[in-house]
T-cell receptor, first 113, second 118 residues
Framework: AQSVTQLDSQVPVFEEAPVELRCNYSSSVSVYLFWYVQYPNQGLQLLLKYLSGSTLVKGINGFEAEFNKSQTSFHLRKPSVHISDTAEYFCAVSVQGAQKLVFGQGTRLTINP | AAGVIQSPRHLIKEKRETATLKCYPIPRHDTVYWYQQGPGQDPQFLISFYEKMQSDKGSIPDRFSAQQFSDYHSELNMSSLELGDSALYFC?????????????????FGPGTRLTVL
């Protein structure tokens, strides 16, 4: 079975500062990795995904993530955050042949002016 | 672009009542997923359908059932509601691979139905 651990439940940062949201996964088979963002009272929106190939993945809104197989990590980064990035961020995994997404516990990103 | 539609957006029920949640996938998407997100929790996979057949099952209570219809919309039926069923219920849709749905296919999420059980 797969599992996802998001190491930080809350991350406060100042506007225009860089941010990293950490995600580690556990799986005995190859995985696909995703980051979703959830704005207040809204559904989940895909930020980026890693399926194969280059380990550095670029997504929407200036976010990027790097897949590290040896460390089983898929940390999300942004070099300069904006107030509008305030949201809940979920890391998720799936495996080939299985449809379901397994989510981490979420990280609440709060941007302070 | 058309997105996943869920109805109703909000639903209030009493304990032991029944509820039906509806999901209309993005046009031409043949796979539908249901997730439950409790207050302050991460979304938990309930069940999925590919081409109107159940394709995967997660932690869905026996009191819940779901199906996908010929037009690919899906309904989640919930009976004997309990206080603990209060949650945000998401539906997502995707295109399944020709050989069967694969985990790499992007899931597009609807806005969710917020169910409150009193």
């Amino acid at each position: 079975a797969q599992s996802v651990t998001q190491l930080d439940s809350q991350v406060p940062v100042f506007e225009e500062a860089p941010v990293e949201l950490r995600c580690n996964y556990s799986s005995s088979v190859s995985v696909y990795l995703f980051w979703y963002v959830q704005y207040p009272n809204q559904g989940l929106q895909l930020l980026l995904k890693y399926l194969s190939g280059s380990t550095l993945v670029k997504g929407i809104n200036g976010f990027e993530a790097e897949f590290n197989k040896s460390q089983t990590s898929f940390h999300l980064r942004k070099p300069s955050v904006h107030i509008s990035d305030t949201a809940e961020y979920f890391c998720a995994v799936s495996v080939q042949g299985a449809q379901k997404l397994v989510f981490g516990q979420g990280t609440r990103l709060t941007i302070n002016p | 672009a058309a997105g996943v539609i869920q109805s109703p957006r909000h639903l209030i029920k009493e304990k032991r009542e029944t509820a039906t949640l509806k999901c209309y996938p993005i046009p031409r998407h043949d796979t539908v997923y249901w997730y439950q997100q409790g207050p302050g929790q991460d979304p938990q996979f309930l069940i999925s359908f590919y081409e109107k057949m159940q394709s995967d099952k997660g932690s869905i209570p026996d009191r819940f059932s779901a199906q996908q219809f010929s037009d690919y919309h899906s309904e989640l039926n919930m009976s004997s509601l309990e206080l603990g069923d209060s949650a945000l219920y998401f539906c997502a849709s995707s295109l399944g691979a020709l050989a069967g749905a694969s985990g790499e296919n992007e899931q597009f999420f609807g806005p969710g139905t917020r169910l409150t059980v009193l």
